[in-house]
């Protein structure tokens, strides 16, 4: 993790359950967007070294803060199924931030120069649509690869799965690539969720069980 990220505006929950931050489950592996969101979570409210723990799904990383294993949970609110940790009950929001990614860019194992014209690209699904948006001129879209993360896709393209990755500086960096276009950060909201009954409390009226 890197400490060039900042929060861009910061809000807490205060109906939230106080929990003492002690470590954060998150999207991994090493080099996401995610990773750098929650160290700079750590960074915010967390003391000593910090203690992020990356899963290879949100949903684990919510299974583990629902479990016990890690006190924060923070997730990008850009997720497809970010709505599934709004509506659980047993998950509690509380707090939100704004915070630039790393660069993004289309990268490409070293020394790799002949790039077929339709190049296949390995991709987390949320920033997809960079695709098109970066893709250098003389190149158009092929195939897109969608993998569990940032890091996922640069590991593809340095395993030579597929011709080129849409990753961001830190695990391009992490795994040897290149970047072959521009780069840009994703300006983003990231919620931070703790274990509690916080929706429960929100509750008012008959259940659809109790209703007569």
Known sequence: MTNET???GWMSVASAPAVRLTSI?????AGTSSEQAAGLLWRELGEGPPVVRLFNSYERGA???RDGHVSHFVVAN????AHEFYMDLRL????????DTPLYGLARRPGVHDIPARPTIASHR?????????MPAGLSVGDIEVMASTSAAAQAARNRAVDLALTTEVAARNHGLEFISATR????????F???GGGLAGLTGQTAEGEG
């Open 63 to 65: 299974d583990a803060v």
């Open 78 to 81: 850009a997720y497809r199924d």
């Open 126 to 134: 949320s920033p997809v649509p960079l695709i098109h948006q970066l």
């Open 194 to 196: 703790v274990a509690g």
């Open 6 to 8: 900042r929060a861009l």
């Open 25 to 29: 489950g998150t999207l991994g592996p």
């Open 92 to 99: 509690s929001l509380a707090s939100v931030f704004i915070m």
């Open 185 to 192: 950060p994703i300006r983003m909201v990231w919620s931070v």
